[in-house]
Each structure stands twice: as structure tokens, then as C-alpha cells.
């Protein structure tokens, strides 16, 4: 077995919803069946005994190696704890090899599931061993190692449940919610309203006393010391017990209190030391607690309990914490609930105070202090009191968080208790956090775990508010670059700064930010992340699909054109016109409930797709009477067709007529493409609600010329004749171009042509029989790129195509695009029409321009 390719797909896919790991995989005669393979399978049930069931219940005959490869790394991801449960495995038209489909929640994880899976298979096969419990330890710590922590993850879950988008945008905690110009940003459990400045006073101790203490917050007493003595004289001063405390710190980092001996003062002092300035303050009698503020609202609070121990009589200090620490919900960092207990000089210390060592057994129950601080993240506990709170306890804890600018703030309040004013009980606020933990609240140790996460949520958007823009995706075999330009300029048009993709690059407005062939989801995402985009439009191609599924989880309008054969067929195994439409109604079973899939109904393949769509449907076709628009209208539906000089959308017995003069584009009507690509275009644009008069401006001021649509149906005047220039490469494109034509008048009419490498034969040797029946000259070129196919390889088939052409009376080959170019425009007389069909769009459109602008000069 050989896996060839293994790819990621980060969005909604041909598969599934799912993010999953796709692989290519090859199998020996003998690995298409298992069964065929003795021993194999008990083998590999005695390696990996939690393997559970092979795939879809089949026949054991019909199981190949691959399949068993799908299950294992499945499997593994399970066993260390993923949560994922989708996987598939597909033959391909080629023999023995497989589509391998399975999900992952961590994309590392999943590439490292199918390389054990792989070495597992092999090991089944082979008679070796396999360590299995080395494998699911590493996938779980990697798992543990790179995915969301507790806090983040908590964001993210209540984001997910409010039908907000979320993309992480690093390995860490930086995560964007929402798109374009509504989105916000979270790190950790710190928003992006919250300013650097704020982050930097709640860092500094002391400064973050003084604001308090000028605010009317009881805070302790203490300054910032330069050595040991300084810092115990300062602690004499104030009066013992004392905290020893670096002035810049977060998670309990350096932290000592209670501090009553100058030996103890010394290790602490080291501590807070090698974090930073050492501060010395005034030590506050009670318990810790920690209240959370969101906004100007306390949201939860907690009692923090120190790390301890309860003695039995039998085992020593150290065996008491490393049973403590085999609680599953302790870890080495802040991926679990709880952290686990460490045995450090500071616990030494604090032990000593207590009369104790390590090696100490302490009576049966005892309760041993390992450290003063209660921070969770030093081995503490947290017992949930929120509802005990009293409500100017709470009022203390917001103006804390008010007065140092925090929108999300962790108060740190020490007092006998919660129930009772801290000007009572000479309680006070130690610190404040500017990214807060969230672990206590999610799930205290005891008590109740509040919903922290919402409440942050609700703080970044208001009630009903998803974050999200309109987001139009456009596919199909043709016209899909040219809808997804129109519809990105009826938004413009509508005053909406609109983020577009498509085959000639990125724009956002009117700036180009990316060149080159930007279908795919990478542009797409770039879009979304993008601060000033209020609406996006995506032409989405087939590839990107294929590699690496959707950028958006879902969008509010779909369009689908149209689908014909010769676009692709062939590669990464979509080989028939259905595969195609299979894989390109990806965007058609991700449009949100309440949005739209605008459907071509004149095309069976692409008026079947509104079986996938989880919304409603817009039916568009030139024929006001076809049945499935007459159904659909019949239904109170929406529709869009042509009657008689206008463009017509209906809704139930509603009507909005558009005169196709309104639309430049289609020349009255006569071009039928751009005819279908308007009505696509003001389909998606009803589906997002824009108004019918933006609409009709946004037509109104569209022309395909070579900056509006580059390479689309481009028309010039040279010398009295008309050049056309486009992009059209298949057969479907071709025979509508021809169509186009034909409904303009010409004395003479020439054409200059190559082929795409990448197009089958048959379809190459099609498109110059189409056209060798529509035009008076040929002119033949290859492409800059052949895509693969040897030298003259693309010409020699388009000449096969030309024979017998019926109209064709002269042929000609000429080795490069420009030249082509211009030995055509040299043959033009006025009233001849010549149909340029480029390859390399921007400098053939140039050369072009350049060669229009000289005649004008020279006429």
C-alpha cells in the first residue's frame, strides 16, 4: 500500500461538512481485499483491539487496505480523545486506488493518525509490532499541545452556538470572529477593544494600586523594593505577615504570601525576582477570590483555594501530591480544568513553616499548604460563589476593571468573605488581569460552572448580531468570472466596499491586492480577514474545492451557472459531467437556512443541485414558460427569465421588470451569455436583499471591457472592424461565443485560437470543429504554457478538428500569441469581424489596446 498524496480540507468539502485529512491511496492486487489476505485482519485487531467495526458493514471481500487505513486512523484520533466520528474511503476509475477521507479536529493531529495508521497497517501486515500506547500518547499531547485552551476554546463554543464564524489565525489564542468590517478578535480571553495601554497598567502592580486607591477600591499597602534587605525592612514596616510579588506579572507567577520569617521572605524574594521588580506589600487576612468582569457586569466568581494535601497517617507529603496529580482533570499547563501540584523550593519552604519535609507523613486529616497563592495554575482549586456575592463586593470588582480600561478583567480580591462590604473586614483588591483564565468558572472544582464564555461573546456582538457579511459564492463551467465581477459591482453600486476573488486576482474596491488565479479558498479567506470588506463576492472554482474545501462555513446566496462537459474532465478523478456537478454543488449545500441558491433551470444537472440545498431556490432561464420556473413561480417562488425586451423576477403574482438596454452588457439582448449572466447576477443580488434601484445602476454602469471584465466578450473598434477578445476555453464556451457572433453583422470574419494542454482530445478537436464552421480564417497558436502536452501536440489536434470544416477557407499557424494578434489585425478590413480567443488575458488585452490606440493615432 502507498499513500501518494495526502491533502487537508479546512472547510466544507466534497465529502462533508467536516475538516478532514483526504489521502490518495494505492493498493496491490492483493490489498484490494483483506480478506484475501491471511490473518490480516485478526492481526490487526490484536495490535489495535478499540479498532471497532471496518467500514459500512460490507462484505469482507469487498474491504480494501485502504478501508482498514480509514478505520485505524479514525480510531486513533478517538482513542486519544478527538472528538470525530466521519470517514469515508472511495475507489477511483483507476484500479486499485483509493480516495481515503477521514476527519480531524487538529489538523496536525489528523496527518500524524494516518501516518500511524499507515505504520499500523503495515506492522498488520508485515507480522511486526506496533506500539499502540506510544501512538495514542502522542497523538493526545500533540491534541493537548496545539489545540484551543480551556478559555479560548469556552469563546469559541459560545461564538459557534450563536452561528458566528471563527477562523484561528494562530497556533496560540488569536482567533477572529466574524468577517470582514464585523469582526472582532479575542486573545485568550482578551478582546480587541481593549487597549495596549489598559494591558500595560494591569500589568504593572504598583500603578495599578495607585489607580485603584484613587478610585475608592480598598487595595493593600506596599511599595516596590530593590534587594532583600530593603524588601525585609519594608516588611517590618508594614508589619508582618507580608506578600512578596513581582511588579509585572500574570498567573501567579512569583507569588508568595503570608510571609512571616526573613528565611521564607528570602525564597520568595528570589521567586518574584526572577520575573521582575520585586514588590512588598501589606498581607490581606481571608480567603482568595477571583471575580470575573465582562463589560460593566460581574459574571462569576470563584474562592481559589492554595494547593494542599490532606494527610492519612501513611503516606508522605510526596506520595499525597502525586496521587493528587493522577486526577485526569490536573495537566502540566492550562489545557485541563486543574494543573497539577508541584513540589518546588517555595512548597519546600511552606512546608518547612509548617514543621514538615517532603518526606513527612502527615496525621490522617491534616491539610498541608504547598503554597500560599490560590492560582489554579500553581495546583489551587476553585470553588464557585457567584450568587454569594455582595453587590458592592461586585460594584468594587467593575470599578476595578473600569478604571484600568479592561473590558474583560480578572479582579483578585482577598477577604473573609464575599457575603459582606470589603470596607468591613479589611478586604481589598490584590490584582487585576487582563487576560483572565477562565478555567475556575468553567469548571470549578465544586460549585457551579457558569456560561463566562457567552458573556464575552455577548460583549464583542450585540443580541441577534452573527458578525457575518453577505457572502455570494458563484460556480459553474462559464460565466462565472463575469457574475461574480457584476454582482461585486451592483454591491459597490449599493455603497457596499466589496472584497472580490476570482481567476484574474483579489480586489477589495477598487484596489487589486492579489494577481494571478485567485479562485480558491486561500483568496477567499484573505477577503473575510480583510477590516473594510462589507460584503464578498467569490468566484469559486473547481480545484480549490479539491485541495482544500470551502473558506466560509456557509454562505447567504450560492450560484451555479451552468455545467458542461470538457471543463477539467479527467483530473483528480472527476471524469464525467456528474462528478463535476457533484463537486461543484459543494457551495449549494452550504447556503445558510435563510439564504438563497440561484439555479440555472434551463440546465438539468444544475436545476437538480436544489435537492442539496438547505434554503430556497431561485430559478433563472431565458424561457418564461419552462416548466420547472412555471412550477416554482406556481409555487410563490422566486424566478428570474426574459420576456420579451426585459429581464422579469417574479415572486408569487409580484414583478420587477429590467429592460435589457438597462444592461450594456447583454447589446439588447443579443448576446445570450451575458443575457444568463445578468439574470444570475440580479438573482444572487435579490437573494441579499439589495434594492431593485441599486441594481439598475449597478447594470447600468457595468461594461465588458478589458477593466471591468478582462477577457470576457472584450469589444474594440480597429480600423472599422470589430475585434472581440475573450477567454472562452471549452466547448460550451466556444459554441456560445459563436452564437454571440453571429448576431453581429460582418463582411468577413477571422479567428486566432489555441488550446488548453490540460483538455482532453476529443474536447480540443470539438472546439476547432465549432469554429472552423463559423468563421472564414483560422489562425492557430499554441499556448505560452501546453500544460503537459509535448510541442505542437495542441495545434496538430485543433488542425484534426478543422478538417472538412464547412466554412474554414484558410488556416494558418503562426508560433506565438502576440504574433497571431497581429497578423490577424494586419488582414482586417472595415466591417470584418475578428474573435481573438487570448491565453495570457492581461498582455494580450494590453497588446491589444496598444495596437487599437495606434490605429487611432495613425487613422
Known amino acids: 500500500m502507498n499513500v501518494s498524496r495526502i491533502r487537508a480540507l479546512r472547510g466544507p468539502n466534497l465529502w462533508s461538512r467536516n475538516t478532514a485529512i483526504e489521502a490518495i491511496v494505492q493498493c496491490e492486487e492483493a490489498e484490494r481485499s483483506i480478506a484475501a489476505l491471511p490473518g490480516f485482519e485478526a492481526r490487526l485487531r490484536e495490535l489495535f483491539p478499540t479498532i471497532g467495526a471496518l467500514p459500512a458493514a460490507r462484505d469482507s471481500s469487498a474491504l480494501s487496505m485502504a478501508d482498514a487505513l480509514e478505520a485505524a486512523a479514525l480510531a486513533l484520533q478517538a482513542q486519544a480523545g478527538c472528538p470525530v466520528t466521519f470517514s469515508r474511503t472511495t475507489a477511483t476509475v483507476e484500479p486499485g486506488v483509493y480516495q481515503v477521507v477521514v476527519e480531524y479536529t487538529e489538523e496536525d493531529v489528523g496527518r500524524l493518525a494516518i501516518d500511524f495508521a499507515c505504520a499500523l497497517l503495515a506492522a498488520a501486515a508485515g507480522g511486526g509490532d506496533f506500539d499502540l500506547a506510544s501512538a495514542v500518547t502522542r497523538l493526545r499531547e500533540l491534541d493537548e499541545d496545539i489545540r484551543l485552551g480551556p478559555s479560548t476554546g469556552a469563546i469559541v463554543q459560545a461564538a459557534v452556538a450563536r452561528g458566528i464564524p471563527y477562523r484561528r489565525l494562530t497556533q496560540g489564542s488569536l482567533v477572529q470572529f466574524g468577517w470582514g468590517s464585523r469582526q472582532r478578535r479575542i486573545q485568550a480571553a482578551e478582546v480587541d477593544a481593549t487597549s495596549a495601554v489598559s494591558e500595560s497598567i494591569a500589568q504593572d502592580k504598583e500603578l495599578t494600586k495607585q489607580l485603584l486607591h484613587a478610585a475608592g477600591v480598598p487595595v493593600p499597602l506596599g511599595r516596590p523594593v530593590a534587594d532583600v534587605d530593603e524588601g525585609w525592612a519594608a516588611a517590618l514596616q508594614l508589619g508582618l505577615p507580608v506578600v512578596v510579588k513581582p511588579q509585572f506579572g500574570n498567573q501567579g507567577k512569583g507569588v508568595t504570601v503570608n510571609i512571616v520569617e526573613r528565611a521564607h521572605f528570602e525564597i520568595a524574594f528570589r521567586a518574584a525576582a526572577e520575573v521582575g521588580t520585586v514588590i512588598v506589600e501589606t498581607y490581606l487576612p ?149 487576560a483572565p483564565g477562565l478555567r475556575m468558572h468553567l469548571a470549578p472544582s465544586f460549585g457551579k460552572a457558569r456560561a463566562v464564555g457567552d458573556a464575552i461573546v455577548s460583549q464583542l456582538f450585540a443580541p441577534g448580531d452573527d458578525g457575518r457579511i453577505p457572502v455570494v459564492a458563484v460556480t459553474g463551467t462559464n460565466g462565472k468570472t463575469t457574475t461574480t465581477r457584476l454582482i461585486a459591482h451592483m454591491f459597490a453600486t449599493g455603497g457596499l466596499r466589496t472584497g472580490m476573488t476570482l481567476t484574474d486576482g483579489v480586489f ?135 420576456d420579451g425586451d426585459a429581464i422579469v423576477a417574479a415572486e408569487g403574482s409580484w414583478r420587477e421588470r429590467i429592460a435589457l438596454a438597462e444592461a450594456p452588457i447583454t447589446r439588447g439582448g443579443t448576446i445570450g451569455f451575458q443575457v444568463e449572466n445578468v439574470m444570475a447576477a440580479v438573482a444572487a443580488a435579490w437573494g441579499v436583499g439589495m434594492h431593485w434601484d441599486a441594481m439598475r445602476r449597478g447594470l447600468a454602469s457595468f461594461v465588458a471591457d478589458r477593466n471591468t471584465a478582462p477577457g470576457r466578450f472584450n469589444v474594440m473598434d480597429y480600423r472599422g472592424a470589430t475585434v472581440i477578445a475573450d477567454y472562452g476555453h471549452n466547448a460550451d464556451a466556444i459554441r456560445a461565443l459563436v452564437a454571440a457572433v453571429e448576431t453581429m453583422p460582418a463582411r468577413h470574419r477571422s479567428i486566432v485560437i489555441s488550446g488548453a494542454g490540460d483538455r482532453r482530445d476529443e474536447d480540443l478537436r470539438a472546439q476547432s470543429t465549432t469554429l472552423g464552421a463559423a468563421f472564414d480564417e483560422v489562425i492557430l497558436y499554441e499556448d505560452a504554457c501546453q500544460r503537459g502536452r509535448a510541442a505542437g501536440e495542441v495545434i496538430a489536434l485543433l488542425r484534426e478538428g478543422l478538417v472538412g470544416a464547412s466554412r474554414a477557407r484558410h488556416v494558418e499557424e503562426i508560433r506565438g500569441e502576440f504574433v497571431a494578434i497581429d497578423r490577424a489585425l494586419e488582414r482586417l478590413q472595415p466591417g470584418d469581424l475578428c474573435l481573438v480567443l487570448v491565453d495570457q488575458v492581461e498582455e494580450a488585452l494590453a497588446h491589444l489596446a496598444q495596437r487599437v490606440a495606434e490605429a487611432t493615432l495613425t487613422a
Open 508 to 642: 477589495v474596491g477598487s484596489d487589486q491586492i492579489d494577481s494571478g488565479d485567485c479562485s480558491g479558498p486561500r483568496s477567499a479567506r484573505s477577503v473575510l480577514m480583510h477590516p473594510e470588506v462589507e460584503a464578498a463576492v467569490f468566484e469559486t472554482a473547481r480545484g480549490g474545492i479539491l485541495r482544500e474545501g470551502l473558506a466560509f462555513d456557509r454562505c447567504q446566496v450560492a450560484v451555479v451557472t451552468n455545467i458542461g462537459g470538457g471543463d477539467h474532465l479527467g483530473l483528480n478523478y472527476i471524469t464525467t459531467v456528474e462528478d463535476l456537478a457533484v463537486l461543484k454543488r459543494v457551495i449549494v449545500a452550504n447556503v445558510a437556512p435563510s439564504g438563497y441558491a440561484v439555479l440555472n433551470a434551463a440546465d438539468p444537472i444544475v436545476a437538480a443541485m436544489a435537492s442539496v440545498c438547505p434554503a430556497q431556490v431561485i430559478y433563472f432561464a431565458r424561457d418564461p414558460h419552462h416548466p420547472l420556473l412555471a412550477t416554482h413561480r406556481a409555487q410563490g417562488k422566486r424566478t428570474v427569465c426574459v
Open 286 to 434: 481571608g480567603d482568595d477570590y477571583r471575580m470575573l468582569v465582562v463589560g460593566d457586569e460581574l459574571v462569576a466568581a470563584a474562592r481559589r483555594d492554595p494547593p494542599h494535601v490532606i494527610g492519612d497517617g501513611e503516606r508522605t507529603v510526596h506520595e499525597l501530591i502525586d496521587e493528587v496529580n493522577k486526577d485526569p482533570r490536573r495537566g502540566e499547563g492550562h489545557a485541563t480544568s486543574l494543573t497539577k501540584m508541584r513540589l518546588d523550593e517555595i512548597a519546600v519552604a511552606r512546608l518547612g513553616v509548617q514543621g514538615l519535609t517532603p518526606d513527612s507523613v502527615p496525621e490522617k486529616g491534616r491539610r498541608v499548604i504547598l503554597r500560599n497563592n490560590a492560582n489554579l495554575s500553581t495546583g489551587g482549586t476553585a470553588t464557585d460563589v457567584t450568587d454569594d456575592v455582595h453587590p458592592e463586593v461586585a460594584a468594587r470588582a467593575v470599578t476595578a476593571a473600569k478604571m484600568i480600561g479592561l473590558h474583560v478583567c480578572g479582579v483578585d480580591v482577598v477577604c473573609e468573605s464575599v457575603l459582606r462590604p470589603l470596607e468591613e473586614q479589611r478586604g481589598g483588591v490584590v490584582e487585576v488581569n487582563a
